[in-house]
């Protein structure tokens, strides 16, 4: 009741009231919870409700809510000084540890968010080729600078629109999309546009389209087309860096991009993402070389000991071996519950990702998505939430599957999903 009185407030002073889409339960035909804390895997909302958590931030909390390494490493910083906008050791400190986890990345710039890495990349990759055309993949996403906000036309790889007014078309024309796991139909876009593209831009494993895994084969051959055809191949790895490894997905797939972007996980909940790559393209970036780029608060004191508080928990040699085992669990408890109920799921995971599609098909491309039943996703996300298990409230979401989670805690929220589907059916 109190997080539908501030929702009503909050409408007032900010548009859909909030301050990033999603978060307004649009999808899901409520009205967004409002949170007063979360703690390990649990989070609280202000009329004292407490959930089991699969969003942590949307991918960014692997540790759970407010671990305790970090909010002391974010507390110290804090007392020493915010911000100064004047390099800092731990900037270094952090820039190290993201270039010896990527055997792909020399050198790195931090910015502040997921957006603001692509963007950078982006600009650095038709900076470094001189050619204008980005590709990308239908349903991956990359934020919301104006260049990666475009849907596929019909017609696919040949056209694309602008996804939402103030897209310029003239700009959103030097954007493709081509189908996601489809590698003619990236071939298709590289022949019609030769020695055009500066660069194919993906999601390694898709993960803003529910999770959808690359088919064996799918990244070598992007690797291979791209190469023939000079062009760099740039991994957004914001959800799956150090998602999967002490790495990113380029590390399991054994695939070196050109560049790579990251954020969420880097940040431990603070803004921090960063671009990484070849010194040979990094250098491009000002001060040393002529692609400008900038940020008041970037690689700022609390991002850095949060980011850096973070990875050195996730350097521990079976942390993510644990964290399968739990993902393991929640996976086939959440598979029988379904079979048992003769609700048709599929489900795709790898690692600590997770998703849920309501359809007997496949899942392997932004179609197959979207055919899924979101009716039945809206129901059952209504119902866990009611047996205290917050998922993402859109059926294009993952759940992300946090250390803090207890086998206690999976437990419960596979109960919720036997007694969800039960009255699904
Ligand atoms: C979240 C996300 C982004 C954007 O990051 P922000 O920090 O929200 O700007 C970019 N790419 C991918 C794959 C993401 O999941």
């Not at 609280?44 to 809510?65: F, K, P, Q, R, T």
């Not at 954007?175 to 139909?185: F, G, H, K, P, Q």
Request: proline letters at 4%; hydrophobic letters at 45%.
């Amino acid at each position: 009741m109190k997080s539908l009185k501030q929702f009503r407030k909050a409408l007032h002073f900010m548009p859909g009231g909030v301050n990033s889409p999603v978060r307004a339960y649009g999808s899901v035909d409520c009205s967004p919870l409002f949170i007063a804390k979360g703690k390990g895997s649990k989070i609280y909302d202000i009329d004292g409700n407490e959930y089991i958590d699969y969003v942590c931030s949307w991918g960014a909390l692997i540790l759970g809510y407010s671990h305790p390494s970090v909010v002391r490493a974010v507390q110290a910083a804090a007392k020493k000084g915010t911000s100064f906008g004047a390099p800092t050791a731990a900037e270094t400190t952090l820039a190290e540890m993201i270039c010896s986890a990527f055997d792909s990345i020399d050198k790195v710039r931090l910015v502040s968010s997921g957006t603001e890495a692509v963007m950078t990349a982006v600009r650095l990759a038709r900076a470094f080729t001189g050619r204008d055309y980005i590709l990308k993949m239908s349903g991956c996403y990359h934020g919301h600078s104006d260049s990666m906000l475009v849907s596929a036309g019909s017609g696919s790889a040949e056209f694309s629109k602008p996804l939402c007014p103030g897209v310029p078309k003239a700009l959103s024309s030097l954007t493709l999309v081509a189908e996601y796991n489809d590698i003619d139909s990236a071939a298709k876009a590289f022949k019609k546009y030769k020695n055009k593209i500066a660069a194919c831009i993906i999601e390694p494993v898709a993960a803003n389209m529910g999770i959808v895994l690359p088919k064996p084969g799918y990244l070598q051959a992007l690797r291979k087309l791209c190469n023939e055809n000079k062009a760099l191949l740039i991994f957004d790895e914001v959800i799956t860096g150090f998602r999967l490894c002490f790495g990113g997905a380029q590390n399991i797939f054994k695939i070196k991009p050109d560049l790579t972007c990251l954020g969420k996980i880097i940040g431990g909940g603070v803004p921090c993402a960063a671009v990484g790559g070849k010194a040979k393209i990094m250098n491009l970036l000002s001060p040393i070389g002529p692609v400008y780029q900038a940020g008041t608060l970037s690689g700022n004191p609390l991002a850095t000991a949060a980011a850096i508080a973070t990875l050195k928990i996730l350097k521990d040699k079976d942390f993510y071996a644990r964290l399968e085992q739990n993902s393991i669990y929640l996976h086939l408890g959440l598979l029988d519950a379904a079979k048992k109920a003769s609700i048709p799921v599929t489900i795709n995971r790898i690692g600590s990702l997770l998703s849920c599609f309501f359809t007997q098909k496949k899942v392997e491309n932004f179609s197959d998505a979207k055919s899924a039943d979101t009716k039945l996703f809206k129901a059952f996300f209504a119902s866990m939430l009611k047996n205290r298990i917050y998922l993402a409230p859109s059926p294009f979401e993952a759940m992300f599957i946090s250390a803090a989670l207890t086998k206690k805690d999976i437990e419960k929220t596979i109960f919720a999903a036997q007694n969800t589907f039960k009255r699904l059916k």
